[in-house]
């Protein structure tokens, strides 16, 4: 999954698993896929990510080599012709693209990723991520294109892939969940390890936030710290990977 991202969960690695209702005391959530629980998949109201067709969100990232723009766009498209057990479902789709800023500026110099993800809401209220169509540009050394590839990309339903949680209609603290998972590509899983936490950023001050760990093994040693707030979203990424810790912030929430 991008950074700006059930069958029954796989439960390897993770622990033992609860099976919901509602988990409260902490352990893997588990949620099986039901088409009747998706009575109005698009309308997505969650707090901690609202996805509201024609809302935009801009991130900015700083490292010590390069600086990453990042926009987001809830569009009003959908996707409804997911197959296997989704066979039915429609689904909101997210257009996420990746920018080079070479003067660190907020300019958008050189396109390096573009995403389109996949998102519906169930009705009681939990966020299902369900794949995305990812295309990453390549570049040589002197940043000429050298071609594409769409590594990364998933589907549920297609060759084994299931549907995970993004955000949970009543998050607890220790919860945990797969946020996706196809075998050797997408296998991102996040545990909640903050609730009413306070959160600032350049563009102000939120109270009432959200904090996971997110986290996939197929990068070791390589975790993010997302900050969810009500009614706004994601709107801070610690990344920590070995090195310098980087942090990518919202800049443009996208409100009125």
């Known amino acids: 999954m991008d950074r700006f991202g059930k069958g029954i969960l796989l439960a390897a690695g993770l622990g033992c698993a609860i099976a919901l209702g509602h988990a409260r005391a902490g352990g893997l959530v588990e949620l099986a896929f039901d088409l009747d629980d998706f009575s109005a998949p698009l309308t997505i109201d969650n707090r901690f990510w609202p996805l509201v067709p024609g809302r935009r969100v801009v991130y900015f990232e700083v490292s010590d080599d390069e600086c990453i723009v990042n926009d987001v766009v809830v569009t009003d498209q959908v996707k409804d012709d997911f197959g296997g057990d989704y066979t039915g479902l429609t689904a909101r789709v997210v257009a996420d693209a990746e920018w080079l800023d070479e003067d660190c500026d907020g300019g958008r110099d050189v396109l390096l990723e573009d995403t389109f993800d996949w998102y519906a809401q169930d009705d009681a209220g939990n966020v299902w991520y369900f794949g995305e169509d990812t295309t990453e540009f390549l570049y040589d050394d002197d940043g ?81 710290h997302k900050h969810y707030c009500p009614d706004v979203g994601l709107v801070l990424i610690d990344e920590f990977g070995g090195g310098k810790p980087v942090a990518v912030e919202a800049v443009d929430l996208g409100l009125p």
């Open 144 to 224: 000429n294109p050298i071609g594409s590839t769409t590594e990364g990309s998933w589907e549920a339903g297609v060759d084994g892939a299931i549907a995970g949680l993004i955000m949970l209609a009543d998050p607890g603290p220790g919860l945990f969940y797969r946020q996706e998972f196809y075998e050797d590509v997408a296998e991102d899983a996040a545990r909640i390890i903050g609730i009413d936490r306070r959160v600032s950023i350049g563009l102000g001050d939120f109270s009432g936030c959200l904090v996971t760990k997110e986290w996939t093994p197929l990068s070791p040693g390589t975790i993010e």
